[in-house]
C-alpha cells in the first residue's frame, strides 16, 4: 500500500541536497574571490613596494662667479641605485673614463677634477663628475663650448632590477 513516510521524506531529502550544493557553490565562490582579492593585494604591494625603492639620478652644474665650476649627479629617488656603467664620449669618441674625456676635451689636471661614476649611489649622494676652479681661467661660453663636446650617459637599476639611464651631458645639447 501507500506508504507516506517513504513518499514524505523523498522531497525533503532532495530539498536538503538542494541546499547542501547551493552552500558549496556559494562557499566555492567566496573562497574564490577571497583568492582572486589576495592575489591582486600581492601584485599591489609589490608594485608599491618598486616604488618606494625607485632611484631617480639626476644632473646639477654648479658655476660661481670667480670661475669655479662643477658637474655632480645626485640621487633624488626613494632607493639606492647601482650604476652598472656609464657612456662617456667627447665629439662622438668614445672614452674609458672621465679623466681621458678631460684630457681630450684640453682640461689640464692641475685644473680639474674628476669622480668615478660607475659606484652605488645612496639616497641623497651626490658625486663629482667634473669639476674645475678659477686658476684655470675658463669664460662660461668656453664651458659652455666644452660641456656641448661632452656626452655622459649612465646606466643604473634598482635594488628591483629596474633598469633606467640618466643623460649627464649631452654633446646634442644647444
Known amino acids: 500500500m501507500f506508504n507516506s513516510k517513504a513518499s514524505t521524506s523523498a522531497p525533503g531529502k532532495s530539498r ?18 577571497a583568492l582572486a582579492a589576495t592575489l591582486w ?12 625603492v625607485q632611484p631617480i639620478l639626476d644632473t ?10 662643477i658637474v655632480l649627479v645626485q640621487n633624488n629617488g626613494l632607493g639606492p641605485a647601482r650604476v652598472s656603467h656609464a657612456d662617456i664620449r667627447v665629439d662622438g669618441r668614445p672614452m674609458a673614463t672621465i679623466g681621458d674625456a678631460a684630457k681630450a676635451l684640453g682640461l689640464r689636471s692641475v685644473c680639474t677634477g674628476t669622480g668615478n661614476l660607475v659606484h652605488f649611489y645612496r639616497v641623497n649622494q651626490r658625486q663629482q663628475v667634473l669639476s674645475g676652479h678659477e ?23 634598482s635594488l628591483y632590477g629596474d633598469k633606467a639611464s640618466l643623460k649627464v651631458l649631452s654633446d646634442d645639447n644647444n
Open 135 to 157: 686658476a684655470c681661467g675658463m669664460s662660461a661660453e668656453a664651458l659652455t663650448a666644452m660641456l656641448k663636446r661632452l656626452s655622459i650617459t649612465l646606466h643604473y637599476e
Open 41 to 52: 593585494q600581492g601584485y599591489a604591494i609589490q608594485k608599491h613596494n618598486r616604488l618606494m
Open 16 to 33: 536538503m541536497w538542494a541546499s547542501v550544493t547551493a552552500i558549496r557553490t556559494r562557499t566555492m565562490v567566496v573562497s574564490v574571490c
Open 60 to 69: 646639477e652644474i654648479n658655476t660661481e662667479q670667480n670661475g669655479n665650476w
